[in-house]
């Protein structure tokens, strides 16, 4: 494919993107299903295995889910995010990838994490003074796959017009919140099969990060 023209700002999604992430995110899921079900907000027979953590604090927050109650399934994430952030490492290129594109674009982060979740790991892992932005999931009003964040970054930056971003994930929530923010996406990693079932079409597909730079 040929390089894309006019690309003046990058968005990548944080977890087994940028980073090998180590939450459980399984164990997350269930910890907080757990919790809400015991306050009586899901069903029986709700489809767990259908739904990611996001997803999931939507549908209760739909159906009336109070505040109080939502802010507690939330600080269960925050503690297996912290928890996650811990030994986090670079996916293989990442580093390579974020020195090439930084000063040629300006490079913002939109991840459902916590932002001092997101914050410490990309401390940790040495790239976070690379980016001139970080979205989680406080600046949002809702989480991936809702594109608020998306949209959060495109009014940071009002000098980027709306062709001029593209954006980067390994999840259909990636790619949803995308499409629906009018964003260009590429999907990285495995999950081409998930996307398309979810309706997601990325532009492109890459298997190695290091290949963006044959777009931009």
């Given at each position: 494919m040929?390089?894309?023209?006019?690309?003046?700002?990058?968005?990548?999604?944080?977890d087994?993107?940028?980073?090998e992430?180590?939450?459980?995110?399984?164990?997350?899921?269930?910890?907080?299903?757990?919790?809400?079900?015991?306050?009586?907000?899901?069903?029986d027979?709700?489809?767990?295995?259908?739904?990611t953590?996001?997803?999931?604090?939507?549908?209760?927050?739909?159906?009336?889910?109070s505040?109080?109650t939502?802010?507690?399934?939330l600080?269960?994430?925050?503690?297996?995010?912290?928890?996650?952030?811990?030994?986090?490492?670079?996916?293989?290129?990442a580093?390579?990838l974020?020195?090439s594109?930084?000063?040629?674009?300006?490079?913002?982060?939109?991840?459902?994490?916590?932002?001092?979740a997101?914050v410490?790991?990309?401390?940790?892992?040495?790239?976070?003074?690379?980016?001139?932005?970080?979205?989680?999931?406080?600046?949002?009003?809702?989480?991936?796959?809702?594109?608020?964040?998306y949209?959060?970054?495109?009014?940071?930056?009002?000098?980027?017009?709306?062709?001029?971003?593209?954006s980067i994930?390994?999840?259909?929530?990636d790619?949803?919140?995308?499409?629906?923010?009018?964003?260009?996406?590429?999907?990285?990693?495995?999950?081409?099969?998930?996307?398309?079932?979810?309706?997601?079409?990325?532009?492109?597909?890459?298997d190695?990060?290091?290949?963006?730079?044959?777009?931009?």
């Amino acid at each position: 494919m040929n390089k894309l023209i006019g690309i003046q700002g990058l968005i990548f999604d944080m977890d087994n993107t940028l980073l090998e992430s180590r939450i459980h995110f399984k164990a997350m899921k269930e910890e907080i299903a757990f919790f809400l079900a015991n306050r009586g907000c899901l069903p029986d027979s709700f489809p767990l295995e259908m739904h990611t953590t996001s997803t999931l604090l939507a549908y209760v927050q739909e159906r009336g889910a109070s505040k109080e109650t939502l802010d507690s399934a939330l600080r269960i994430a925050e503690k297996h995010e912290l928890r996650g952030m811990e030994g986090a490492d670079l996916e293989a290129g990442a580093a390579e990838l974020i020195a090439s594109v930084h000063g040629r674009y300006k490079l913002v982060i939109v991840t459902n994490n916590a932002h001092a979740a997101a914050v410490r790991a990309l401390e940790l892992t040495g790239i976070k003074n690379r980016f001139d932005y970080i979205v989680g999931r406080e600046q949002m009003t809702a989480m991936k796959p809702s594109p608020s964040g998306y949209l959060r970054a495109k009014r940071h930056f009002p000098d980027i017009p709306d062709q001029g971003w593209l954006s980067i994930g390994d999840s259909w929530i990636d790619g949803r919140a995308s499409m629906e923010a009018q964003i260009p996406f590429i999907s990285y990693g495995k999950m081409g099969h998930t996307m398309i079932d979810k309706g997601v079409k990325p532009i492109a597909h890459i298997d190695k990060l290091l290949s963006l730079l044959d777009y931009v």
